[in-house]
């Protein structure tokens, strides 16, 4: 902590403030605990149970799956079948098709080409696909279909999951003839939330017309290569046979083969295969975004630009349902750029997609402030992995690892802490008016604050001092506790959007000895 002598004069204070400006915080968050990853891999053994236990209960061939901690796959487990004629078993480098998991990565590529200048979020999809100037909109009002609209699937097409999946072979030039013949809606762009495999099959269009390369060339030299995901492609003919797992569904207490779906237009939606390895390094690339900070880029996106893929750009609803213990589990949120991002009672902020497609169903999942994600792939129809993966993180946060990265305050609220501290421990008119923003003694007059801050000096038996951790919500606000001689006291700042950043609001009130000051649970 930086303190300081208090200074009376208030251009002295100046000075100060200035100094503590110009020590910015390289990152907007504390460092994560350095032992967690040992605490967190004492949980690896129950959760290669639970997911074995998983796939027995769900009839899946085999399965492969991984944790990812703070840019690192440091667990891989594997189970079961990779074939079922032979018996081959699922290894670490089997390779599965992820389906709808593809969307991000394209998303990612448009956004690539956004931070290189080549198009913008807003223009008309039109403008790179022809074949979509002759739509027949549903209102005379409609807004022309944007490529935000396509990526947050708020375009206006209907839901397509059932079609859309047998989609993947189709050609470009049968996929021209389909937009030529026009696309029904049923809403109007960019008024609700519907999800449409054939709005990213566009969007993959818009990437192979802008770069004036084929989409998956684009996506391996310009994404997966760069990241090391040497493993993935989008065609299962690349993938050596003794790798590929095949899919299956089940039907009549028997596992059928699915036919392999070869690459084609509509692949941007959904046409990928990878590995665990592959993936979790996916997972990884999105995870490193967080939290922001200075520092060299090093992927093919911008951390910035990564982190906007994983914003809420199209809020799709909330649910409040009754899990199998009978808690009421709260959700909400929305779509960001090719991912899905939701608020639940345990976790402000959960990244996620799933994929499902005739033999196949996977899941990625990670935690932005946490720094903690999950991948999941199996072989049979439409893999059902939310609960386990929920189970999961249940497991790990068990270990007391999987905590939040604390928020790291800018220098400057530091010394407003160390200045607001002494003056509720002692009211002094010149350190009032260093640390005061213009607008807080306008909110509460002067004398009025001096007098309800020596009452409760007094009531908590005098003899104040800062004790305890500083608690920040974010680089200009945050909270802590004070020791009185017969009480606590806890004391909040917000500082004012100035420079000298000065304290705008201020907040003192009796806490009990045993009162946390961490924030109360989302959900009671």
């Not at 050596?240 to 692949?267: I, M, N, S, T, V």
């Not at 295969?273 to 996106?301: Q, Y």
């Not at 907040?507 to 109360?520: I, N, W």
Request: include cysteine; charged fraction near 25%; hydrophobic fraction near 40%.
């Amino acid at each position: 902590m930086n303190r300081r002598s208090i200074l009376p004069a208030l251009g002295a204070a100046l000075v100060l403030a200035g100094a503590a400006r110009a020590q910015q915080p390289r990152s907007l968050a504390a460092p994560t605990d350095p032992q967690r990853v040992a605490r967190l891999s004492s949980a690896f053994p129950q959760i290669d149970r639970v997911m074995r236990e998983f796939a027995e209960r769900s009839h899946v061939p085999g399965i492969a799956y991984g944790i990812v901690v703070d840019g690192r796959v440091v667990h891989v487990g594997t189970a079961g079948v990779r074939e079922v004629a032979s018996r081959a078993p699922v290894d670490t480098a089997t390779v599965f098709r992820i389906a709808s998991m593809t969307k991000s990565f394209t998303a990612a590529a448009i956004l690539q080409l956004r931070d290189d200048g080549k198009l913008s979020l807003d223009d008309p999809a039109e403008r790179y696909v022809p074949e979509l100037r002759g739509l027949r909109y549903p209102t005379s009002d409609a807004p022309k279909i944007t490529i935000r609209h396509l990526l947050t699937h708020s375009e206006g097409f209907p839901e397509d999951n059932p079609w859309g999946d047998q989609q993947l072979a189709a050609t470009d030039e049968e996929m021209s003839r389909m937009m030529r013949a026009g696309i029904p809606f049923s809403t109007a762009p960019g008024t609700a939330y519907e999800y449409s495999n054939y709005g990213f099959a566009i969007l993959g269009r818009i990437i192979a017309n802008v770069s004036g390369m084929p989409y998956p060339r684009y996506l391996e030299e310009r994404v997966l290569r760069p990241l090391g995901m040497n493993v993935t492609t989008l065609e299962a003919a690349r993938v050596p046979a003794h790798r590929l797992a095949h899919g299956y569904r089940r039907q009549d207490g028997e596992w059928l083969e699915e036919k392999q779906l070869p690459d084609g237009a509509f692949g941007p939606m959904g046409g990928m295969l990878t590995s665990v390895s592959d993936l979790g390094r996916w997972v990884a690339f999105m995870l490193d975004a967080w939290p922001p900070r200075d520092g060299p880029e090093r992927g093919p996106l911008r951390r910035s630009s990564v982190r906007e893929m994983q914003q809420v750009a199209r809020y799709s609803g909330a649910s409040a349902v009754r899990d199998t213990a009978g808690r009421v589990v709260l959700s909400a949120g929305g779509y960001g750029y090719g991912l899905g991002v939701r608020q639940t009672c345990l976790f402000r902020t959960s990244v996620s997609h799933t994929g499902g497609l005739p033999g196949f169903g996977s899941l990625m999942r990670w935690l932005p402030e946490y720094g903690v994600g999950i991948v999941a792939m199996g072989n049979l129809t439409y893999t059902g992995w939310g609960g386990v993966t929920e189970q999961a993180l249940d497991l790990l946060a068990k270990t007391g690892g999987l905590t939040p990265r604390a928020p790291q305050p800018a220098p400057v609220l530091l010394e407003r802490r160390a200045q607001v501290s002494r003056l509720v421990a002692r009211w002094s008119e010149p350190l009032a008016d260093s640390v005061a923003a213009m607008n807080l003694f306008l909110d509460e007059p002067r004398e009025r604050r001096r007098a309800a801050l020596d009452r409760l000096r007094t009531a908590a038996g005098g003899e104040c001092r800062e004790e305890g951790p500083f608690v920040a919500e974010n680089a200009l606000r945050g909270r802590w506790r004070m020791r009185c001689a017969n009480g606590d006291l806890r004391v909040t700042i917000t500082l004012a959007p100035t420079e000298p950043a000065q304290v705008q609001y201020l907040d003192v009130r009796p806490m009990a000895r045993e009162e946390s000051l961490d924030p109360p649970p989302v959900c009671r």
